[in-house]
């Protein structure tokens, strides 16, 4: 038998009460601001490391073009004994005719504005050279040692006679007597362009820029990063985002070695000794 109950007297039946329906099992807004902050949380720890990926594949890239162009110089020296003259010019006229790439193409079969020549971390200009210019682009030679002119330190060469192009000489292979110890080619120092040198020295328009040379060189490094060089933060800035401010560099006996910036041209002895090929620091050679 069924019974009815009733409340007691003086008690009141509470109001039945229901929660919201959640539409489909979706995130509330609160849960859906939780997910996005550990999100961007994900992004921000795993976007240098990302970064650095692909930074260390360019620069493995870069070191295959430079030991390319290594074996080239190699095979260079082998058949000659001695190191190319980094630049050529005609007989009476300061026209350059010829350039190391020039010399090393018949071994790298490349020319320098070609893929081997372009190191993937270099954003300045690949510029074939002029009656005038130099070629701009992303490698150096290490032309010079630690002098600042055509030089019997470096691998580029010297004139026998002042100021008398008839009269240079190459660096010969014997003459290179720690070639483990001797820096050939490596990422060119950057130098900072605007635009009306461009325009003079290459006839082309272009926004300021900050560049390599076809040098590898200590002391326009050490000009254009001195104080009070108009170029010189943006230079440093341009340096340390590429290879992370690290310049790859290969020596005379073939090998690859990346340098930090502050270490590649830094002036103590043992450093300095590294880009003559006497193995001598030569620091009174040094731009002052």
Not at 103 to 130: M, V
Not at 233 to 254: I, M, P, Y
Request: charged content about 20%.
């Amino acid at each position: 038998m069924n019974r009815r109950r009733f409340p007691l007297p003086g008690a009141t039946a509470a109001p039945a009460t229901r929660e919201p329906p959640r539409a489909g099992g979706g995130f509330t807004l609160i849960e859906l601001l939780v997910v996005i902050a550990i999100l961007v949380v994900l992004v921000g720890l795993l976007l240098p490391a990302l970064t650095a990926a692909k930074e260390s594949g360019r620069t493995a890239r870069c070191l295959g073009n430079l030991k390319q162009l290594s074996l080239g110089l190699g095979m260079y020296v082998d058949d000659f004994k001695a190191y190319p003259i980094y630049t050529f010019d005609q007989d009476g006229f300061l026209i350059p005719i010829s350039f190391w790439p020039d010399e090393l193409r018949p071994y790298t079969q490349q020319d320098w504005t070609n893929a081997l020549y372009r190191c993937p971390s270099y954003r300045g200009l690949t510029l074939p050279r002029t009656d005038i210019g130099d070629p701009l682009g992303s490698y150096g030679y290490n032309a010079n040692g630690t002098r600042f002119a055509f030089s019997p330190l470096g691998l580029g060469g010297y004139l026998t006679e002042p100021d008398n192009w008839d009269s240079v000489e190459p660096i010969r292979e014997a003459r290179v007597v720690q070639p483990a110890n001797m820096i050939a080619l490596g990422d060119a120092n950057l130098m900072w362009l605007i635009p009306p040198v461009l325009k003079a020295y290459y006839g082309v328009d272009g926004p300021t820029t900050y560049t390599g040379f076809s040098r590898l060189d200590i002391n326009s490094w050490l000009r254009t990063t001195a104080p009070g060089f108009g170029g010189r933060e943006g230079v440093l800035r341009a340096t340390e985002k590429r290879h992370r401010g690290r310049f790859e560099v290969v020596f005379c006996d073939g090998h690859a070695e990346g340098i930090p910036y502050t270490r590649l041209f830094e002036k103590s002895d043992a450093a300095l000794r590294r880009w003559n090929n006497d193995h001598e620091p030569h620091a009174d050679q040094l731009v002052k």
